[in-house]
């Protein structure tokens, strides 16, 4: 089993669309969560972080649920713009300090395409 | 403020050939982390460096290897191409100190191994 499972998708929405992606993990040690965007061909970026409480960024709200090991992403009023993949990170454990950083667990993403 | 670079942009090898990978990191960074991209996956991390020294390593094996010099910036080696490393080579840089799980990525390398 991966350790962070996505939809690949692809999720076809036309503008203006309400959009969902789901996530699960597996490990329960998992410690901090993040969306990253990655566009065609470039490098991820970070969308957003995930807490426990929800969090709203504008158009996209993260939503983490520890009991069920599952992260959301929504995205409202879809624009063009927002197509993209969407990367589901987890990081376990504390942060390890020392100099080290702790590594990022990525997903496969989910490919969202906004039509017009 | 310049951000994470990485080059060549892209490169070609053969079976069998070796290749070396560059990063220089966002400014005022010292942690370098290099990740491995295969088409439709999700990156999946190589190993990291901090003061010179490999503090962390995936599940990648000895043909992959690494170095980071005193200005901090990081090479990424791999022995021996398979075609299996055919990939895009993300390399992403934090701060010790910075946001704990903050990491900025480069452009990436594109690998094709024939």
């Known amino acids: 089993r991966k350790e962070v499972e996505q939809d690949p998708g692809p999720f076809n929405v036309p503008e203006g669309a309400t959009v969902a992606f789901n996530c699960t993990y597996s490990?329960?040690?998992?410690?901090?969560f993040f969306w990253y965007r990655q566009d065609c061909r470039k490098e991820p970026k970070l969308l957003m972080s995930?807490?426990?409480s929800g969090n709203e960024d504008g158009r996209f709200t993260a939503q983490l649920n520890r009991a069920s090991q599952y992260i959301s992403l929504l995205i409202r009023d879809s624009k063009l713009s927002d197509s993209a993949t969407y990367l589901c990170?987890?990081?376990?454990?504390?942060?390890?300090?020392?100099?080290?950083?702790?590594?990022?667990?990525f997903g496969t993403g989910t490919l969202l395409a906004v039509q017009p | 403020d310049a951000g994470v670079t990485q080059s060549p942009t892209h490169l070609i090898k053969t079976r069998g050939q070796q290749v070396t990978l560059r990063c220089s990191p966002k400014s005022g960074h010292d942690t370098v982390s290099w990740y491995q991209q295969a088409l439709g996956q999700g990156p999946q991390f190589i190993f990291q460096y901090y003061e010179e020294e490999e503090r962390q390593r995936g599940n990648f094996p000895d043909r992959f290897s690494g170095h980071q010099f005193p200005n901090y910036s990081s090479e990424l080696n791999v022995n021996a191409l398979l075609l299996g490393d055919s990939a895009l080579y993300l390399c992403?840089?934090?701060?010790?100190?910075?946001?704990?799980?903050?990491?900025?990525f480069g452009p990436g390398t594109r690998l094709t191994v024939t």
């Open positions: 995930v807490y426990s």
């Open positions: 990170v987890v990081v376990y454990g504390p942060f390890l300090g020392g100099g080290a950083t702790n590594k990022l667990i």
């Open positions: 992403a840089s934090s701060a010790r100190g910075g946001t704990a799980y903050e990491q900025y």
């Open positions: 490990n329960s040690a998992s410690q901090s």
